[in-house]
């Protein structure tokens, strides 16, 4: 009895000693289990083309929950219902229901999707015991335009496929956290005064890319595709110069918007992840290596026979027989048999090493995800028949950016660039903090055999050339034009990839583009199906290259004037008679505090010849004085003045004017010479 008697004792004497001696450190620890955390999406950054223009935004949404047992909340709550009831166009009586009708939840959901401004004006109110969760999603707003460039996201907005992959670092930014309390049913409750780190919103990138010419070139592959009956395409546009990519474009394409519903193939970017053999327009790497190590000049006759040879017991052909011409014409005509002569008369080596010095065999590190090296042969690798059929294409496979990027060395007289899509990042407020700079990568060949290679190139797109349907009237162009057969099995069948890469104008390049059409049905050679796209691309992109516009439609300057008869404008308004001067080609003098006083002079005098930029002196008539008669304000003549003059002029007469139509005064009421009334109507026409 006496044991039981003193157990509540016990117990009391050790709870007043847990309270006394632990009880700061278990209710601390206590709150700390109670604490939690409620993350603050971030915003994914925005992508803009080379003239600001929004291909990709995100597009946000908010939860707006409440907790009324918050101190502070009760007394702000009307004005909470009234602020929601104007975002939501509800009433505020529907809000003050949704809490009272809350039952036993801490949290209640007022609002389930609100936009961003919205949202901001809702934390400029700073209300207590607001949870405010954002979400969001992705819009493409072009859908299909450079959808292989810019790629897509999946559900949690990670980038899984062009450049929304190769920066998602950048663009995803980092998510914030707001501190909330959690009671033991794990129902949140707002933590007045709880810390609250902001979101670090992802960057914004900027690309080389122009919407405009982006359009047209995807426009024009499309037709192209579809008038050859081609299983693909790809076309790829390129700065020569430094390294940027103009536009990139793929068929069949697809919508990041809802991307999932297109196949495999569809999302394809050819362009980088496509080993290809090239070619005819490998060429260009027999022709370097044949200059740069003297084996052949362009001048040099080569045989090229009656358009067949037989190299280690295989024939190679030529669409023509051309006999015995000189190298360079070698290369206008697309001689198989030239090159190939041309190339046996090298070391592997050299072939091999100009190969790599222009690219093939390694990525180009262009910043986009998937992109293959290709493959190129060692010399160690090269059988007999390596050298004749490596140099006209075949035994070595590249990527179709790897092609372009070897002709903008020719274009550029002789630089291995670069490519690259994004030109800047910049941060939420528009701030750019970092920035592409053009990267040359090695000097691939001589200047001098550039410029040496150049005119044979040129003619290639001539009456004389394999690319006679990429010509532009007015512009010079230089490329060359690929077919090769495909391999399926081990062998090559009966079906062909033609392709055209060239570049303009010749004698300042700023474009360099490549047509590459998979097993077109409708023609088979580069010249037929791929080159008249190349010339309507060009065509069309002309207008947006200002320099290159001028080359092909050289601008017809004005005729000067010497004399001008000078306007009259006595009695207009000093900031109007200087407008109309200026237009007819006068400088003005007048004082700088007339703005609206009227003219009541000029030299030289309306209605006189006076040259052309000779300054006319104008003085104003002089404001009347306090202790003189107002002078009558009467409606001045404003027919013939734009709307914006004419309102300008009455309006600092002290008038208002309601203005009919548009363009310039026809008609006034009252008329000219009438008291000046306190509303004036304006016709025009």
Known sequence: MAAVLLLPAGVAFQLVRIHLGEGSELRAQGERQASSFVELAATRGSIYDRAGRALVVNTARYEVAADPTVA?????????????????????????????????????????????????????????????????????????????????????????????????????GEPGRQAVQRD????????????????????????????????????ELARGVAEAGAQWGTAIAMDPRTGAILAMANVPDYDPNRAATFSEAARRNHAVTDRIEPGSTFKLVTAVAALETDTLSPEDTIDTGEGWAVFYGRTMRDSHGYGRIPFGEAITVSSNVGMARTAVQMEPSDLY??????????????????????????????SGLTLPWMSTGYEVEATPLQVLTAYCALANGGLLVKPYLVAERR?????????????????????????????????????????????????????????????????????????????????????????????????????????PIFGEVARRW??????????????????????????????LPALLAESRLYADGFPVRRARDAAWQPVAAQQPLGGERAPVRHAIRLTAADAPRSNEAPVEVVMPDLTGLSARHAVAWLA??????????????TAQSPSAGAALPSQAVLTLH
């Open 72 to 172: 502070g909340f009760e007394e702000r709550a009307d004005e909470l219902y009234t602020l929601l009831g104007e975002l939501t166009e509800r009433r505020a009586a529907h809000f003050r229901q949704r809490v009272a009708n809350r039952a036993s939840r801490q949290y209640v959901l007022l609002v389930r999707n609100l936009d961003e401004a919205s949202k901001e004006q809702l934390d400029a109110g700073g209300f207590p015991g607001l949870l405010v969760k954002g979400s969001f999603a992705r819009r493409y707003n072009y859908a299909r335009t450079a959808s292989h460039v810019l790629g897509h996201v999946d559900a949690d907005l990670a980038g899984i496929a062009g450049l929304e992959q190769q920066y998602d670092e950048f663009l995803s």
């Open 427 to 531: 941060t939420v407020q528009g701030r750019t903090i970092w920035e592409a700079r053009q990267d040359s990568i090695r000097r691939a060949f001589d200047a001098e055999t550039a410029e040496r290679l150049m005119p044979y190139f040129e003619r290639v797109v001539s009456e004389d050339g394999t690319a006679r349907r990429a010509a532009v009237e007015g512009l010079r162009i230089a490329g060359k034009t690929g077919t090769a057969q495909t391999a399926s099995g081990g062998t090559y069948a009966r079906r062909y990839r033609a392709s055209f890469v060239g570049f303009f104008p010749v004698e300042a390049p700023e474009v360099a583009l490549l047509v590459v059409l998979n097993a077109p049905q409708n023609g088979s050679y580069g010249g037929a199906v791929a080159a």
């Open 353 to 382: 090493q100009h190969a790599r010095a222009l690219g093939f065999g390694s990525p180009t590190w262009i910043d986009l995800p998937g992109e293959v090296a290709g493959r190129l042969k060692r010399p160690e690798e090269f």
């Open 542 to 571: 002309v207008g947006t290259f200002p320099t290159i516009a001028e080359r092909v439609a050289p601008s017809t300057p004005l005729p000067e004037r010497n004399e001008a008869v000078v306007p009259s404008v006595d009695s």
């Open 184 to 219: 033991r049913r794990g129902i949140v409750k707002a933590l007045v005064g709880g810390s609250v780190v902001e979101p670090k919103h992802g960057e914004h990138l900027v690309l080389t890319l122009d919407l405009v010419r982006q359009a047209i070139l995807e426009e």
């Open 652 to 665: 600092s007469l002290g008038a208002i004017a309601r203005v009919q139509g548009s363009g310039t005064i």
